[in-house]
């Protein structure tokens, strides 16, 4: 369902914009290839409007976009503008082979954005609406406008410029909390006063777009939907800028498990929460915190003795959703050395990846080498090797072939390194203050850049001296983060192929130039 039904007044339009605003996140790079995976399993889940990126932004952008529109064929594909008209002819031609095309456009409507980003009158901003809009339906009859800053904008002003929106042709009009400014009864007040005094707000979507900077993204979205609002703009993960966004699968399963006193529904298939999760946690190399609501690692897990025994008598006891409705699967299925693909494959499918025949099997070849180095293989291994088949791509320009590595009480440190960059192999030795120090200015001496590490963080994977590492590296150049993560059972191979893995997403970065005021 792509077009909103108003005889449906308990339906609900998931609109989900990680693409776009959760590639915002400091060090979300994602690759077109990995774009257009999730693109399509969001559009296999029944998320309603995809917002594929920001046309304008970069070549990569418009490409992503346009590729993504050709593929899709559900969900409307949407493409984000300021309100320039370079800005949305140019998200108008991303989208031309799109069979459901949104324009959104957006300029920020607060007193302090008006006047010292824009700098911009109120009455400018008025008719730059106008004048966006008008032009967006030039293009298209779904249009999208945004309040950038809405919930810090003055009432009477936000009125004025939905009503000049909704005069222009906008269906649907946005109400960002692009800070993370409100709270929930605020969040309702705005929705409920644009309802009662903005004349044709009855025939157009209202939607509402929440960030989490004070950790009340899913509550703020869902009084605004309690109050009027039948759009969600949201994230998988809650992926985004700063603190991120309402995330989706919170969103969604609030309303399925508390139907009872949040009577709606949306479109989505809640099986395919799991996979989406591990998805986009994979390709952004961002790790789902481990007691992150529904998709976190304890998210079912139950310690406490009470909760232990309350679960073998009633799982109801302390389980208010169950593993299967976001597509977490029981299996007794027991992994190691001797089994086949067929098995590898079954699992995986259990942990909500699909793969096809030529990703398995490049799958098997790495699984059964961590099965020569490991008796049992746990969940978590094989979540962590497909994180890392993801991130050490065939096509990089830079892989690690082979790492040596001298330690110990004696220094000094030393690694030798192989490095195949673009297909050559370079070798070089380095020695530093510890074997993962001279890991990485072996790197750099064969690559040499001026990034920074920001963050160096090492997590077991599962028990044992056996356990695989997930290494995790932030790097910065320029203003730009970027964030590479690796598995492995030795620790300072994986800080390699990490640091290796970041040093591949910062050369995708080199190619980006995001204009400014991509907020919204």
């Not at 293009?139 to 009477?156: C, F, G, I, K, Y």
Request: charged fraction near 25%.
């Amino acid at each position: 369902m792509t077009e909103y039904d108003k005889s449906a007044q308990d339906r609900v339009l998931i609109f989900d914009t990680t693409l776009r605003d959760g590639e915002q996140s400091p060090g979300a790079t994602m690759s077109l290839s990995e774009k257009i995976e999730i693109a399509l399993l969001l559009d296999e889940m029944g998320v309603d409007i995809i917002e594929a990126g920001f046309p304008i932004a970069s070549e990569g952008d418009f490409h992503a976009v346009s590729e993504i529109a050709k593929l899709v064929k559900t969900a409307a594909v949407c493409g984000l503008s300021r309100s320039s008209n370079a800005d949305i002819d140019r998200a108008a031609a991303a989208l031309k082979d799109a069979v459901n095309p949104r324009i959104h456009t957006f300029i920020a409507t607060s007193p302090v954005h008006m006047q010292y980003k824009l700098q911009m009158s109120p009455e400018e901003v008025i008719e730059a609406v106008q004048s966006s809009v008008t032009r967006a339906r030039s293009h298209t009859d779904n249009v999208q406008w945004s309040a950038e800053d809405a919930t810090r904008t003055e009432p009477d002003f936000l009125c004025r410029a939905v009503e000049t929106a909704i005069k222009a042709g906008a269906r649907t009009i946005n109400i960002p909390d692009t800070v993370g400014y409100t709270a929930p009864g605020e969040s309702a007040k705005i929705i409920s006063m644009l309802k009662e005094r903005v004349p044709g707000i009855d025939e157009v979507v209202i939607s509402t777009h929440c960030h989490n900077d004070l950790g009340m993204a899913v509550a703020n979205a869902i009084a605004a939907v309690e109050a009027g609002a039948r759009q969600v703009e949201c994230t998988i993960n809650g992926l985004g800028e700063r603190a991120g966004n309402a995330a989706l699968e919170e969103v969604v399963m609030a309303m399925r498990v508390r139907n009872d006193i949040l009577p709606y529904r949306t479109g989505i298939d809640t099986t395919r929460i799991i996979q989406a999760s591990r998805l986009v946690s994979t390709a952004t190399g961002f790790p789902v915190q481990f007691n992150k609501a529904v998709v976190g690692k304890n998210a079912f897990a139950h310690e406490a003795g009470i909760h232990q025994d309350g679960m073998l008598k009633n799982a109801g006891t302390y389980e208010i959703m169950r593993p299967e409705d976001i597509g977490l699967v029981e299996t007794s299925l027991v992994m190691g050395k001797h089994s086949g693909r067929a098995a590898l494959r079954a699992k995986l499918s259990d942990l909500g990846y699909e793969l096809g025949d030529n990703a398995l099997k490049a799958v098997f070849v790495k699984f059964k080498e961590l099965a020569d180095r490991k008796k049992e293989i746990y969940d978590d291994d094989l979540i962590a090797l497909m994180s890392d088949n993801a991130t050490n791509a065939a096509h990089d320009h830079l892989q690690v072939k082979s790492l040596r590595v001298v330690c110990g009480t004696d220094g000094p440190q030393s690694a030798e390194l192989v490095l195949t960059i673009d297909g050559s192999d370079h070798n070089t030795t380095a020695t530093g203050d510890g074997p993962v120090d001279a890991t990485f200015n072996a790197v750099k001496a064969l690559v040499p850049h001026s990034a920074r590490l920001q963050l160096y963080q090492v997590q077991a994977v599962t028990e044992g001296t056996d356990a695989q590492a997930t290494v995790s590296v932030r790097m910065e150049e320029g203003g730009k983060l970027v964030t590479g993560q690796s598995s492995d059972t030795d620790t300072v191979v994986a800080s390699a192929k990490a640091y290796v893995n970041a040093l591949n997403k910062l050369m995708v970065r080199r190619e980006k130039t995001a204009p400014e005021a991509l907020a919204h």
